[in-house]
């Protein structure tokens, strides 16, 4: 997004608009500019928000393992600020503030569990224990506060499976509320 602020505007004035969006400095792009014609100040604020789905076509089932495993989201639907890898499932924050993650798990005939994970520790846990031949799902969501170069993602827990398919049970987003 683009700001523009005029240079006869009151700095008072400024400051006050500024801080009811939210923009500090911290999530002013270094490309601010001034426009040299009429000395209008342009600032440019980070936005940040991805969604995804386990599988893009056909079906897949995550096998137990003896350890948590990173799940990789690779049907990328947005991506926005491009801080979602889709080749390590770990999404980076770009900017310090406070983000906000869900993310929805299923399988059939077992349980199936898988954490919301900042920086290698589990935050909080989606489970489901389900009856042989049905198809359940858990969801979870939370709100973080990051510094830059944190890493989130979606860990499934040892000794349960996940499964999707094409019609995307299994998904993962999250995006910046507000910079700090």
């Not at 004035?13 to 014609?37: E, R």
């Not at 989606?126 to 990051?146: F, H, I, K, N």
Request: charged content about 10%; hydrophobic content about 40%.
């Amino acid at each position: 997004s683009r700001l523009v602020l005029h240079s006869h505007t009151d700095p008072l004035n400024i400051l006050q608009v500024l801080l009811c969006l939210g923009i500090t400095q911290s999530n002013v792009h270094p490309g601010a500019s001034t426009d040299t014609s009429n000395n209008d100040i342009v600032l440019s604020v980070q936005q940040v928000a991805f969604s995804a789905a386990l599988v893009a076509s056909g079906e897949v089932t995550l096998v137990p393992s003896n350890r948590d495993v990173t799940m990789i989201f690779k049907h990328v639907v947005t991506n926005i600020g491009n801080a979602y890898n889709p080749q390590t499932g770990v999404f980076t924050a770009p900017v310090r503030g406070a983000y906000h993650f869900e993310w929805h798990i299923g399988d059939v005939e077992g349980p199936t569990a898988a954490a919301l994970v900042k920086n290698s520790e589990r935050v909080f846990s989606a489970y489901a224990s389900l009856a042989p031949g049905l198809y359940g799902t858990s969801s979870e969501s939370a709100t973080l506060q990051l510094d830059a170069g944190d890493v989130v993602s979606v860990n499934q827990w040892s000794g349960h499976k996940i499964y999707d398919n094409v019609n995307h049970h299994v998904t993962f987003s999250g995006h910046l509320l507000f910079t700090m």
